[in-house]
Each structure stands twice: as structure tokens, then as C-alpha cells.
């Protein structure tokens, strides 16, 4: 028979997973999803979403999106909102980028999607390891973020163009309008925000020397955002779009000439020589300031994509109970188990 003391361990390891879940589910800030048990979802099933009639099951959509445990919440909301609202959901084919392989976000993603058509690729965060240099967020440090660079050294070789996504989006439109863009011989696609202020994106140590100022001559170069991209990988692939990127990023490391993480690079090497898409696909900044992440309000004009950029995420104000009002709009795509209640209030 066992002892007092054996029993009374037995007992304290029973409790502690229910003291855990406890707290998961009580509003806490959730920085970063604890692990669950593989035999436990922490998501709940997405309906299923079917195509419409006029669908072409050949005609595939690509979308690649980066995957880690502490943006998975997001990245199942994204997922739900572009199926939701697409006519031909099952040509949907999704290509996940990951750092590190977890088994409970991929068990999760199955459990949640299981009619999703996806791969899952590993991006080497050696790559960029030594050619990073410190930014104004933690969050825009980190390796899997500069992965969008290769997006075309690891999706495969038949994949001639891909719609990259970020992780903090949903999608209120059908998502094959923007697809179907026509790049008129660009290399990208994004929605351009030509009255901001170009020149804050890069230090005045980039400014003041000569060979740098000149780098945007011939070009209108205005700001793109990357979170929300339509990439000819075929061309990229044939213009060393990556290696061009990677060169501005070692000058980075010697002389700093910008303060954010990856979104510099891609300015320097295409702002001014891309295709232009209507602002409606890209209402961005909502998550507020980088820096102290105030809450902001939409802009004017139709939307077909709401973009949580910036410092605050939705589903982590949603759990601290001080949402912005415009997490509001994303709340009804949050597919963790804990959230049922915002559906319901």
C-alpha cells in the first residue's frame, strides 16, 4: 500500500494540469500557448467549406504563411477567415513555413482543418542568424521573420507565384481576387502607401552618404507593407531577388541604416517597382504603435482584409480583457477553445 507521502505526490501530480488549464482559460494575457497534450486540441473544428459550382479543382491558389506555436492562434483565424470567404475554398492550397518542428501545432492544425490542403516546409534559421541586427521589437528579431526572403528557395519548383500572408490578418473577401492580380511584369504586389514618410524607414547614416541616397534613383519609391504580398517566385528566382536582399542586410551589420527587421531589405531592393493593389487588401497598423501600441481606428473605404500589425495582437488584448474596439471584428474567427465566451457576450 503506498505511504501518505507517496499518495499525497500522487495527488498534487493530478492536480497541477487542472490548475493549469485553469488559468489558460480565465482571461490571462496568453503571450505564448502553453503546450497541450498531442491527444488534447486546444483548437476547436472549423466547419467544413466547400467549393461553389463553377470552381476548377486544377485552378490552385497558393498561400504561404510562417508557423510557430506563439502566432498559432492567429494563423488558425487567418486560415478560417480566407476559407470562409473564398468561392473555391478546396483550391485553396496553404505552405507552412516553420523554425523548429512541433508536433502539438501540427496535431492542432489537423484536429482544427481537417480537410486543409497544406505542406509543411522547415526554413533554417542559420541562414539569417548572422545577418540580423537588432530592431526597435523583440518580435521583429526573430529568424522565421526574415523567412519571407526565401519564400522562394523553399516552396517548390512548380509553384510559379504565391500570395504570402502574415499571421496577425483575417480575410473578409475572397481571397482569389487578389490572387488573380495582374503583376504586369512585376516581381511583387502589394497595396503602396505613398503619403507616408519614405525617408523615417532608413537611418540618417543612409541619408547622409552619397552611394546610399542614390540606391532609389529612377524609382518613386513609396511604402509597402509584407505582410500582405502576391510574389512571382519564378521571377524572384531568376532575379536573385534573395541574394540582393542579403547584401543590404550585411551592410546593415557593418554601418546601421534602418531600425526595422525585415520590411528594410525588401524596400531598398523593389520600393518604386512593384505592382500597386487597391488599399482595401491591406487595412494595416491595427494591432497600434510599434512602440506603445495604442489602439486605432479603420480608415475609411471598403475593406476585404483587416491587418493586426504593429505592437498589439488581438487575441492577446481579447484575454486581458481591454480589447481595442476593432478586435472586436477579430473575435469571431478565433478558433482557441478559451474564447468561446466573446462569441457569446
Not at 496568453?30 to 467544413?48: C, H, N, T, Y
Not at 487567418?78 to 475554398?89: D, E, F, K, N, R
Not at 542614390?214 to 502576391?230: D, S
Amino acid at each position: 500500500m503506498a505511504s501518505a507521502k507517496t499518495r499525497g505526490l500522487l495527488s498534487l501530480l493530478l492536480i497541477l494540469p487542472l490548475i493549469t488549464l485553469a488559468s489558460a482559460t480565465t482571461g490571462i494575457r496568453l503571450g505564448i500557448i502553453r503546450k497541450p497534450s498531442l491527444d488534447v486540441a486546444i483548437f476547436r473544428e472549423a466547419p467544413a467549406f466547400r467549393n461553389g459550382d463553377a470552381c476548377q479543382p486544377a485552378e490552385k491558389i497558393h498561400i504561404a504563411m510562417t508557423l510557430d506555436s506563439n502566432y498559432l492562434r492567429g494563423t488558425m483565424a487567418a486560415v478560417l477567415s480566407i476559407l470562409q470567404h473564398s468561392t473555391c475554398p478546396e483550391c485553396i492550397e496553404f505552405h507552412f513555413l516553420w523554425a523548429r518542428f512541433e508536433p502539438e501545432v501540427l496535431s492542432n492544425i489537423k484536429s482544427a482543418f481537417p480537410y486543409l490542403k497544406f505542406n509543411v516546409y522547415r526554413f533554417d534559421s542559420n541562414r539569417v542568424r548572422g545577418k540580423i541586427s537588432k530592431s526597435i521589437r523583440q518580435a521583429l528579431d526573430q529568424p522565421l521573420n526574415y523567412a519571407r526572403i526565401y519564400l522562394a528557395d523553399i516552396i517548390p519548383a512548380d509553384v510559379k507565384r504565391v500570395l504570402y500572408l502574415d499571421s496577425d490578418l483575417v480575410v473578409v473577401d475572397d481571397v482569389a481576387k487578389l490572387w488573380k492580380v495582374d503583376l504586369q511584369g512585376k516581381v511583387l504586389a502589394a497595396p503602396e502607401y505613398c503619403h507616408a514618410n519614405f525617408s523615417k524607414y532608413f537611418t540618417e547614416s543612409f541619408w547622409s552618404d552619397q552611394m546610399f541616397s542614390k540606391t532609389f534613383e529612377g524609382r518613386k519609391p513609396c511604402y509597402f507593407n509584407t505582410g500582405v504580398m502576391v510574389v512571382d517566385v519564378e521571377k524572384w528566382r531568376q532575379g536573385e531577388y534573395t541574394k540582393q536582399m542579403e547584401e543590404w542586410m550585411v551592410v546593415q551589420k557593418q554601418k546601421r541604416i534602418y531600425h526595422l527587421g525585415s520590411l528594410p531589405p525588401f524596400l531598398l531592393v523593389l520600393a518604386g517597382d512593384i505592382r500597386a493593389v487597391d488599399h482595401r487588401w491591406n487595412q494595416h497598423g491595427l494591432g497600434g504603435d510599434n512602440l506603445e501600441g495604442k489602439c486605432r481606428s479603420l480608415h475609411p473605404g471598403p475593406i476585404s482584409l483587416l491587418h493586426w500589425s504593429g505592437k498589439g495582437k488581438p487575441w492577446l488584448r481579447l484575454d486581458s480583457r481591454k480589447p481595442c474596439t476593432v478586435d472586436h471584428l477579430w473575435a469571431p474567427y478565433d478558433l482557441y477553445r478559451s474564447s468561446a465566451h466573446y462569441l457569446e457576450e
